[in-house]
C-alpha cells in the first residue's frame, strides 16, 4: 500500500476517513483489481484550509467488504418499494391529467358517455360470436340429458364372466366378477341389462331396467328378472296427495271399465 499525502505543515488537523464505495451489484461477484483506486473522502477542521489526501492501492490481492446499515422496521419508516405502486389515472381533472381534454374516452359516442355503457358480447347489432359458433347437444355440450342414468351390461358379458347354473346377477356380484368398476358419478347409478349376445345358463337377475331385446332374451332362457324400485323423487305433501287421488280415480275406473266387459262378454 503507498500512499501519497499532501499536508499543508500548519498546526494538527483533525481528519476523519469514510470509505465510499460505488459497487452496487451482488457481493458474491467481486474480484481483486490490483489497480482499484478507493476514493476517500475527508473531513479536515482547520482554521486556514482544508487538503485533500488520494489512497492509491497496488497491492496484488484486495478484499473489499460492504456492510450495510441494519435499520430497524418502525411505522414511521414502513412503506412500499419503488416503483411498485403507481398512481391511478385522475379523470375528468383537466389537459394537465395527462389525459387530455376528453379523459381519453374520445370525442363522441356511447363509450363516452356516463352510464354502464355497451354490454359484454354485444357488436353493434350483428350476430354475436357466442350465437354464431355451434353448440353441441348431449353431454359434450354440457347438458344435463346426455349423462348416464344406468351402468350397461350386456348378455354376451355376462355368459363369459362363468356364472353358474341359479345364480344371481346383480350390481355387487358383477362387482365381484369384475365385469364393472364403476368410480365417481357412476358409483350411485343402477343396473341395466342390454341385450348384445346369447345366454345359455338360467340365471337370477336383479336389475333397474331391462331393453326389449334383453327381456326377451332372458324369459326364453327360463331365468327370473326381478325390476328393483328406483329413488322416488321428493314432491309437496299437497302435491302427493293429489297424485294419489288421481291413481285412485284411474284404478277405479279401469276396475269399471272391466267389468263392463266381463258382463258385456
Known amino acids: 500500500m503507498v500512499a501519497m499525502l499532501s499536508l499543508s505543515p500548519n498546526p494538527p488537523i483533525t481528519t476523519s476517513l469514510s470509505l465510499h464505495s460505488t459497487f452496487k451489484g451482488n457481493l458474491r461477484n467481486l474480484r481483486s483489481n490490483p489497480f482499484h483506486i478507493i476514493p476517500i473522502r475527508t473531513k479536515q477542521q482547520q482554521q486556514q484550509g482544508t487538503t485533500s489526501l488520494v489512497v492509491v492501492n497496488q497491492a496484488t490481492k484486495t ?82 340429458a346426455g349423462l348416464p342414468k344406468f351402468i350397461p351390461v350386456n348378455l354376451k358379458d355376462i355368459e363369459t364372466a362363468g356364472f353358474q347354473e341359479g345364480d344371481e346377477v346383480s350390481l355387487e356380484s358383477l362387482k365381484e366378477k369384475g365385469l364393472i368398476n364403476p368410480s365417481g358419478r357412476e358409483r350411485k347409478l343402477p343396473l341395466k341389462i342390454l341385450g348384445d349376445g346369447e345366454l345359455n345358463v338360467k340365471l337370477n337377475f336383479k336389475a333397474r331396467a331391462f331393453s326389449a331385446s334383453a327381456k326377451e332374451k332372458l324369459e326364453t332362457a327360463g331365468c327370473s328378472l326381478t325390476v328393483l324400485p328406483g329413488r322416488k323423487k321428493w314432491v309437496k305433501p299437497s302435491v302427493a296427495k293429489n297424485l294419489a287421488r288421481a291413481d285412485d280415480y284411474f284404478a277405479k275406473k279401469r276396475a269399471a271399465a272391466a267389468a263392463s266387459e266381463s258382463t258385456s262378454a
Open 63 to 144: 478484499q473489499v467488504s460492504v456492510t450495510a446499515s441494519i435499520v430497524r422496521f418502525r411505522l414511521d419508516n414502513l412503506g412500499p418499494q419503488p416503483g411498485s405502486r403507481k398512481k391511478g389515472k385522475r379523470k375528468g381533472r383537466g389537459i394537465s391529467a395527462g389525459q387530455g381534454g376528453s379523459c381519453g374516452f374520445g370525442m363522441r359516442g356511447q363509450k363516452s358517455r356516463s352510464g354502464p355503457g355497451v354490454r359484454k358480447g354485444f357488436e353493434g347489432g350483428q350476430m354475436p360470436l357466442y350465437r354464431r359458433i355451434p353448440k353441441l347437444r348431449g353431454i359434450a355440450g354440457g347438458m344435463h
